[in-house]
């Protein structure tokens, strides 16, 4: 396949990072910064919102109860953001022109528990 696959705490099944994708993982004290949770996310989403709009592209943060930037239905921006006692740790990945072959080896999870 050409992947590596790296075990860590982060959370979730499975998360992909390569070629083509923009990773940032800042470690912040948002009780330094001010910042609660939901309110980080939301600078991150409007962050990645800006960055595309500078190269033309029209992105929007997600519906309700969806994290991330999306253009029309797809997905290009995702957030994940660990937080413990206040300090972030994982961030965002933002795909600029990722290869997609690489989850035709990804079974979503709502697939497997249709599939067993």
Excluded: C
Aim: charged residues 20%.
């Amino acid at each position: 396949m050409g992947a590596e696959l790296h075990y860590t705490q982060r959370g979730g099944d499975i998360t992909f990072h390569g070629p083509h994708q923009a990773i940032l993982y800042p470690i912040i004290s948002l009780r330094d910064i001010g910042h609660g949770a939901r309110n980080y996310v939301e600078k991150l989403e409007s962050s990645m919102i800006e960055l595309a709009s500078l190269y033309g592209v029209k992105a929007r943060a997600g519906q309700a109860g969806e994290t991330g930037v999306w253009v029309g239905e797809r997905k290009i921006g995702a957030i994940g953001v660990p937080i413990s006692s206040g300090i972030t740790s994982h961030g965002l990945a933002f795909n600029i022109d990722p290869d997609l072959s690489y989850f035709k080896h990804v079974v979503p999870l709502q697939i497997k528990k249709l599939h067993p």
